[in-house]
Antibody, heavy 125, light 107 residues
Framework: EEQLVESGGGLVQPGGSLRLSCAAP????????MIWVRQAPGKGLEWVAN????????SYLDSVKGRFTISRDNAKNSLYLQMNSLRAEDTAVYYC??????????????????WGQGTKVTVSS | AIQMTQSPSSLSASVGDRVTITCRAS??????LGWYQQNPGKAPRLLIY???SLQSGVPSRFSGSGSGTDFTLTISSLQPEDFATYYC?????????FGQGTKVEIK
């Protein structure tokens, strides 16, 4: 079964660090772009970062640039999000998702078809 | 960053109703837009990509249209399982940005 399983969330003090993991059993992980999306309590969805198949291309939300790092290990079928200098406003459920990256007429379209269950990150003293 | 504005923020409807949700981009985004459905406490679900392409396995009562700055998601006949929150997402440039969401509630 194609699925994504996140782990690594928890309670951390402001200024602290956490590393989220996303395991991808059941499909050829190395074929796909991957993303992280977060959702603060009672709020909407917020795109955080993405990474291409071999890890050579990465993009970030402006508010996390320089603090968060997305990475992947294709040999371990795993995606990661290293979060440093955490702030209260980073408190959220973090989801990883697979991007099918459909091509039509030479244009690539995001299509996040498989999502993890989410892992909760709370930044508080 | 491109701002995505959805309307309405919430709506009440009955089973069988036709429902339309709109999403407006702060600049032209061609047809680089997706729609996602989210139930409380659950991960989002992909409905539509490239503004109008239905994702495999999604019921045909869902449809999307639009290009440039104005987009719509239509549910032709609302079913009980469709009561949820819907988000648009632009993938024209970085950072990707979601609309604020539209909550569809039971009337």
């Amino acid at each position: 079964e194609e699925q994504l399983v996140e782990s690594g969330g928890g309670l951390v003090q402001p200024g602290g660090s956490l590393r989220l993991s996303c395991a991808a059993p059941g499909f050829t992980f190395s074929n796909f772009w991957m993303i992280w999306v977060r959702q603060a309590p009672g709020k909407g969805l917020e795109w955080v970062a993405n990474i291409n198949q071999d890890g050579s291309q990465k993009s970030y939300l402006d508010s996390v640039k320089g603090r968060f790092t997305i990475s992947r290990d294709n040999a371990k079928n795993s995606l990661y999000l290293q979060m440093n200098s955490l702030r209260a406003e980073d408190t959220a459920v973090y989801y990883c998702a697979r991007d099918l990256n459909y091509y039509e007429n030479r244009i690539a379209y995001d299509a996040f078809d498989i999502w993890g269950q989410g892992t909760k990150v709370t930044v508080s003293s | 960053a491109i701002q995505m504005t959805q309307s309405p923020s919430s709506l009440s409807a009955s089973v069988g109703d036709r429902v339309t949700i709109t999403c407006r981009a702060s600049q032209g985004i061609r047809n680089d837009l997706g729609w996602y459905q989210q139930n409380p406490g659950k991960a989002p679900r992909l409905l539509i990509y490239a503004a109008s392409s239905l994702q495999s396995g999604v019921p045909s009562r869902f449809s999307g249209s639009g290009s440039g700055t104005d987009f719509t998601l239509t549910i032709s006949s609302l079913q009980p399982e469709d009561f949820a929150t819907y988000y648009c997402l632009q993938d024209y440039n970085y950072p990707r940005t979601f609309g604020q969401g539209t909550k569809v509630e039971i009337k």
